[in-house]
C-alpha cells in the first residue's frame, strides 16, 4: 500500500489526489473522526504521549487524525520539489479553525513581550488588526511600512532590533503586487528574524516559499485550498521537528484554535482538484485580464499574467503561473463602480474568494472601509477598483456577464 504523504517522489498533482491510509479498516478516504478523546490501550501507551515520546492522538485539541492527515497533505504541497542545502525538505502542518487562528498561532510563536513584526502596509485587512489593535495589548509592537524599497527595509531593520519576524504577504491583495523573496529572507536572516508568509492567493501550486528558506507558511485554506467555499479553516507550515514549529503547536493547545474534522475533510476533498482548479483558474483569469485591458471603460488591469504589471517579471522569478486573482480599475469610479456590481447576474458580488464560481467586490465600499482613503489610494486601491476571484466556470458567461453589467450600468 502506498503512503503518499511520506512519498516524496510523487508528482504534485498525486500528493493532491492520494490519501494515505490511516487506519486499520482500510477506508479509502481519511475518515472524519468525530471525537474529543482516544482510549489509551495502556498506561505506558498514554505516558509515551504526555512525556512526549510519541506523537499519539490522545485528545482532539492537540492532535486529530483527519486534521493530522490533512494538514500532512498541505505540508507535502508546500515541500514539493523543494531542496534546500542539498537536501529534501521536510515540512509539518497543523490545522486551524481559520486562517486568522492559523496566522495568529504562526505569528506569536515568533515573538516574546517587547519584540515586534515588520510588515508592508497593503496586509489583509484582519492580520492588519491583528498587527495594529491585539499586538500592542501584548507588549509586541508592529512596523508597518512600504515593502518596495528594500534598503528601507534594511534600515527599519537596524535600527529596531527588537524586530524577530517579517512577515509577507505575495502576491498582495488585492493589486497583486509582489514582494522578492529572495532580498527579504536575506535581510531577515542578516538580522536574526524569523520570516512567515500568507501564501494564501498563490497556493502551493503557484508558488512555495520555503524554496526561498522562509520559516513558516500560513494559509487561510477556506480559499484556493479547499476550493469549494464550504468551510473556514487554516494551515500553518513549518520544518518539521523544530523548537519554532513546537511552539506554534503550543499555540494551538494553549490557545485552542485547532479546526473541526468536517472541515478538515472537506479541505482534503477539495485539495484532490486543486491542480486541475488552479489552472483553470488561471487560463480563465487570463482571458478575462486581456478582454478588460482592452476595454474602454477600464483605465488599469491588474494581472500578474500581463506584460505591464509592474511585478510580471518578479511573479515568473518566484512563482510558477500568474494564478486566478485580478484587480481593474473602472474609469468613472465610486459610483459607476457601484452600479456595475448591482447589475451583475452571473458572477457573484461577495468578499471571499477561491471559488469555482466568479467572485467581485469592491475594496473602497467592501474590504477598505476601515482603511484611511489616503493610505488606501497610496496602496493602488482607487475608489473605482474591483477585485475579481476568476472562477472555473465557462470563459463567455463570465465576460458577457461583466460586458452586459459595463454597459448597463
Ligand atoms: C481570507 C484571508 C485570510 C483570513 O482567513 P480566514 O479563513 O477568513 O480566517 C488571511 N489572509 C488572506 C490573504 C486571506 O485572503
Known amino acids: 500500500m502506498t503512503q503518499p504523504n511520506s512519498n516524496n517522489r510523487l508528482t504534485f498533482a498525486s500528493r493532491c489526489a492520494k490519501d494515505a491510509v490511516i487506519e486499520s479498516l482500510n477506508g479509502h478516504l481519511p475518515p472524519i473522526y468525530a471525537t474529543s478523546t482516544f482510549a489509551y490501550p495502556s498506561v505506558e ?4 504521549y504526555f512525556y512526549g515520546k510519541k506523537d499519539n492522538s490522545v485528545y482532539s485539541r492537540m492532535g486529530n487524525p483527519t ?17 534546500l542545502e542539498g537536501k529534501e525538505i521536510e515540512l509539518q502542518g497543523a490545522f486551524f479553525s481559520s486562517g486568522m487562528s492559523a496566522i495568529s498561532a504562526a505569528t ?33 509592537s508592529n512596523h508597518l511600512m512600504d515593502f518596495d524599497d528594500l534598503n528601507k527595509i534594511e534600515e527599519q531593520l537596524k535600527e529596531n532590533p527588537n524586530i524577530k519576524l517579517v512577515y509577507i504577504e505575495t502576491p498582495a491583495n488585492p493589486t497583486l503586487k509582489c514582494y522578492p523573496f529572495e532580498e527579504i529572507v536575506f535581510l531577515a536572516k542578516k538580522y536574526d528574524c524569523y520570516t512567515a508568509v500568507d501564501n494564501t492567493f498563490a497556493t502551493p501550486y503557484f508558488q512555495r516559499p520555503f524554496q526561498f528558506g522562509v520559516d513558516l507558511v500560513v494559509h487561510s485554506s477556506t480559499k484556493f485550498l479547499n476550493g469549494h467555499g464550504t468551510g473556514i479553516s487554516g494551515v500553518v507550515i513549518g520544518q518539521k521537528d523544530t523548537s ?3 511552539k506554534v503547536k503550543d499555540q494551538q493547545k494553549i490557545l485552542g484554535g485547532n479546526g473541526s474534522p468536517f472541515e ?21 483569469a487570463l482571458q478575462l485580464a486581456q478582454f478588460l485591458d482592452d476595454h474602454s471603460a477600464i483605465s488599469k488591469v491588474n494581472y500578474l499574467g500581463l506584460k505591464h504589471h509592474e511585478s510580471h517579471e518578479l511573479s515568473q522569478k518566484q512563482m510558477f503561473g500568474f494564478g486566478g486573482m485580478l484587480s481593474f480599475e473602472i474609469k468613472e469610479g465610486y459610483e459607476k463602480s457601484v452600479n456595475f456590481l448591482n447589475k451583475l447576474n452571473f458572477c457573484t458580488l461577495t468578499a471571499s474568494l477561491g471559488t469555482p464560481d466568479t467572485l467581485l467586490q469592491h475594496p473602497a465600499s467592501m474590504s477598505h472601509v476601515n482603511v484611511p482613503k489616503e493610505q488606501r489610494i497610496s496602496n493602488g486601491i482607487g475608489d473605482g477598483l474591483i477585485r475579481v476571484s476568476v472562477g472555473i466556470e465557462g470563459i463567455e458567461d463570465i465576460l458577457n456577464d461583466i460586458e452586459q453589467a459595463l454597459s448597463n450600468s
Not at 45 to 48: A, E, T, V, Y
Not at 122 to 129: H, I, P, S
Not at 268 to 284: A, D, F, V, Y
Request: glycine letters at 8%.
Open 45 to 48: 501507551w498514554g505516558q509515551d
Open 264 to 284: 478538515a475533510f472537506n479541505l482534503n476533498n477539495g485539495l484532490k482538484s486543486l491542480p486541475l482548479r488552479m489552472q483553470r483558474h488561471e487560463e480563465n
Open 67 to 83: 486534521n493530522k492527515a490533512v494538514a500532512q497533505k498541505v505540508a507535502s504541497l508546500e515541500a514539493f520539489d523543494v531542496i
Open 244 to 246: 519554532l514549529f513546537k
Open 108 to 140: 506569536m510563536a515568533c515573538l516574546d513581550k517587547g519584540e515586534g513584526v515588520l510588515a508592508q502596509s497593503n496586509l489583509y485587512g484582519t492580520t492588519n488588526e491583528l498587527f495594529q489593535v491585539l499586538f500592542p495589548r501584548y507588549g509586541m
